[in-house]
C-alpha cells in the first residue's frame, strides 16, 4: 500500500510549510488526486488519519478533487477522456495515448492556523 508513503511524503511537505510559513496546524488539507494517479483514496485518508497524531495535521480535515482522466490520441490527435488506463479512444480507437491530465498528486491548498 504505497498511500503510506505518500501520505509521509505529503506530511513531510505540510511540515516543511509550517516551519517556513510559521504555522502551527492545519485544519483543512484539500488535495488533488487525479483519478489516474493510482491512489486509493480511502487508504490516503486512512493513512494521513494514522500518521497525523503529534504532527501539524493532527485533528484536520480532509479535502480531495479528483479530476477525470484525459488523453492525446497519438494517432487521430484529439483530446479524449480517459476514465482509465487501457481505455480506446472515442474517436478512433486506438490505444495509443498520451495521458494529459488526472495523473496529479498535489496539495492545494491548506487553511492554517498559529495557535
Not at 487525479?34 to 495535521?57: D, K
Not at 490527435?77 to 494529459?100: D, F, K, M, N, W
Amino acid at each position: 500500500m504505497h498511500e503510506i508513503s505518500l501520505a509521509g511524503g505529503i506530511l513531510k511537505l505540510v511540515e516543511d510549510s509550517a516551519l517556513k510559513e510559521n504555522f502551527r496546524r492545519v485544519s483543512l488539507l484539500r488535495l488533488e488526486v487525479g483519478q489516474l494517479a493510482n491512489v486509493e483514496l480511502r487508504a490516503l485518508q486512512f493513512a494521513l488519519e494514522a500518521i497525523a497524531p503529534g504532527t501539524v495535521l493532527e485533528g484536520a480535515q480532509w479535502a480531495f478533487d479528483e479530476p477525470p482522466g484525459e488523453a492525446l490520441c497519438l494517432d487521430c490527435r484529439q483530446t479524449v477522456p480517459l476514465p482509465e488506463r487501457g481505455t480506446a479512444c472515442i474517436h478512433c480507437g486506438s490505444y495509443r495515448l498520451q495521458p494529459t491530465g488526472g495523473t496529479e498528486l498535489r496539495v492545494v491548498d491548506m487553511l492554517v492556523a498559529d495557535d
